[in-house]
C-alpha cells in the first residue's frame, strides 16, 4: 500500500482528480476593502482555520477536500460555480452580469451581483480569460456549488470589425434627365369614425397572475421578502410588550451646539444625536445584561459584548448593520462607524459580517419625522429601542411650566425573558443618562 505522501505527491503532478482542477484556486467572495494582492493570505488563512493547525487528519485527505472546493476544467473552459456566500445561504438571485459572454476579465474584475436574503455580493473573477458561457440568467436563483459560469482562461476578446473608411469622393456624375412630374396627389377621403373597443379588463402578468388596470407588480426583492419573514416571526415568537418613556434633550442639544465644531475638526465626522443614544444604551445594557440576552431553545443566552444594531432604510429594504463591540467604543468612534456602515448601506455593499451578531437593536423614526411608534423586535434578540422626532412640547418643571425639546422613547421588549421592572429600569436609565450625559463620564 502506497503512503500518503506519494499519493499526495500523485495527485499534485495530475492535471485532474475527479474531475476537479487540482491548480485551481478557491473561488471565493473578496470581502470589502481586501486588496487583490492580500487574496493569498486569507486563502492560508482560510485554510488553516478549516483544518487547523495541529490538525492530525491525512494530507491525502485536506487536499482532497480542498480539491472538491475548487473550479473544475471541461474541454471549452473552466467552469466557476457559485460560492459560499455565508453561513445558512444557500441560494441566490443574480441581479446583474457585469460581464456577459464573449468578454474579457481580468482577476478580481466584478462578473456578477448575487442578491441573497442578507446582502448583495459581488462575484470577482480569480482567473483572466474570457467569459463563454453563463449558466444562468438575470433574475434566476442559483444554488450553491452549481456552476455559475465558464471563463476560457488567458484568451483574449476578439475586436469589433472596425467600420469601412468613407470612399474618396467620386467624381460628380453627369446631369441626370429630369424627372417628369408627380402626378397629382389624390384628394384624401376623411375617414370614418371607428367605435373604439373597450378596454380589457384583466392581464396577464409575467408571475401568471391577473392585474387591474391601474395597477403594477413589482417582485419584491430578497431581502424585502427576508425581512417580511423575519418580522412576522418574531410578532408570531415574541411575547412582545411596550414600554414608553418621554426624554428631554436640552442638556445633550447644548453639549452637541457647544462642542460640535471642535469635535469635527479632531475626529472629521459630525457629532450626532446617534452616537449619544448608543452610549446611553450601553450603560443600560450594563446595568440591565438581561436585555442584552437571547433565548435559544430552554437557554438564556447572556452576551458579555455589547453588540448594537442601527437600523438603516436602503435602496433595497431595511438594513440593520451592527456596531461591534460598543462597550469599547467612545462617541467619535460610534460616530465614524454607523457613518461608515450607513454608506455601505445606501449602496449595496454591505458584507454579510455588517449585520451579524447584534445583540440589541436602534431604530431612529425621527429622522423621517416620526412622532410615534412601537418598533419589532429584531430576532433572536430580546428588545429594541425606538426613537423618534424632537418636538417643542410645554412640560412641568419645578412647578412651572416650560418649554422643552422633547423627544418620545420606546422599548418593545420580549416579555418571555424580561420582566416590566427591567424594562422600564432599562428605559429610564437611557432617560437618565441623556438628559445628563456627563454620567457617561462618571459611569453612573
Not at 424627372?179 to 402578468?205: D, L, Q, Y
Not at 413589482?218 to 417580511?228: E, G, H, K, L, Y
Not at 440576552?293 to 431595511?318: C, F, M, Q, R
Request: net charge positive; aromatic share 6%.
Amino acid at each position: 500500500m502506497r503512503s500518503s505522501s506519494s499519493l499526495l505527491k500523485q495527485v499534485k503532478n495530475t492535471n485532474s482528480f475527479r474531475g476537479y482542477s487540482t491548480l485551481r484556486p478557491l473561488t471565493t467572495v473578496r470581502p470589502n476593502g481586501v486588496k487583490p494582492s492580500q487574496t493569498s493570505s486569507l486563502y492560508k488563512a482560510n485554510v488553516s482555520n478549516m483544518f487547523g493547525q495541529s490538525n492530525n487528519a491525512s494530507p491525502l485527505f485536506a487536499q482532497t477536500q480542498l480539491i472538491q472546493k475548487r473550479t473544475y476544467t471541461t474541454a471549452e473552459g473552466d467552469v466557476v460555480k457559485v460560492p459560499t456566500m455565508g453561513d445558512s445561504i444557500s441560494e441566490g438571485t443574480i441581479v446583474s452580469w457585469t460581464k456577459k459572454v464573449g468578454d474579457s476579465v481580468k482577476v478580481d474584475d466584478v462578473v456578477c451581483s448575487i442578491e441573497t436574503d442578507k446582502v448583495t455580493i459581488d462575484i470577482n473573477a480569480q482567473d483572466s480569460g474570457v467569459i463563454t458561457e453563463c449558466f444562468a440568467k438575470e433574475s434566476e436563483t442559483v444554488l450553491v456549488g452549481n456552476p455559475l459560469y465558464r471563463i476560457k482562461k488567458g484568451a483574449v476578446a476578439a475586436e469589433a470589425p472596425k467600420a469601412a473608411a468613407p470612399k474618396a469622393a467620386e467624381a460628380p456624375k453627369a446631369a441626370e434627365a429630369p424627372k417628369p412630374a408627380a402626378p397629382a396627389p389624390k384628394p384624401v377621403e376623411t375617414p370614418k369614425p371607428v367605435a373604439a373597443e373597450p378596454p380589457k379588463t384583466t392581464t396577464t402578468t409575467a408571475a401568471g397572475a391577473a392585474a387591474i388596470p391601474g395597477e403594477r407588480r413589482v417582485a419584491m426583492t430578497r431581502i424585502r421578502q427576508r425581512t417580511a419573514q423575519r418580522l412576522k416571526d418574531s410578532q408570531n415568537t415574541a411575547a412582545m410588550l411596550t414600554t414608553f418613556n418621554e426624554v428631554d434633550m436640552s442638556a445633550l442639544m447644548e453639549m452637541r451646539n457647544k462642542y460640535k465644531d471642535d469635535f469635527f475638526e479632531k475626529h472629521g465626522v459630525k457629532l450626532g444625536f446617534m452616537s449619544a443614544f448608543v452610549k446611553a444604551a450601553t450603560v443600560a445594557l450594563k446595568d440591565q445584561p438581561v436585555v442584552n440576552a437571547s433565548i435559544e431553545d430552554t437557554d438564556i443566552v447572556y452576551h458579555d459584548a455589547i453588540n448594537i444594531n442601527v437600523a438603516v432604510a436602503a435602496p433595497k429594504g431595511l438594513q440593520v448593520p451592527v456596531v461591534k463591540n460598543c462597550q469599547d467604543m467612545g462617541f467619535a468612534d460610534i460616530e465614524k462607524e454607523i457613518g461608515r456602515l450607513s454608506g455601505l448601506a445606501r449602496n449595496n455593499q454591505l458584507a454579510i459580517e455588517d449585520s451579524m451578531g447584534g445583540t440589541f437593536t436602534i431604530s431612529n423614526g425621527g429622522v423621517y419625522g416620526s412622532m410615534f411608534g412601537t418598533p419589532i423586535i429584531n430576532p433572536p434578540q430580546s428588545a429594541i429601542l425606538g426613537m423618534h422626532a424632537v418636538k417643542d412640547r410645554a412640560v412641568v418643571v419645578n412647578g412651572q411650566v416650560v418649554v422643552r425639546p422633547i423627544m418620545y422613547l420606546a422599548l418593545t421588549y420580549d416579555h418571555r425573558i424580561i420582566d416590566g421592572r427591567e424594562a422600564v429600569t432599562f428605559l429610564k436609565k437611557i432617560k437618565d443618562v441623556i438628559e445628563d450625559p456627563k454620567r457617561i463620564l462618571l459611569d453612573l
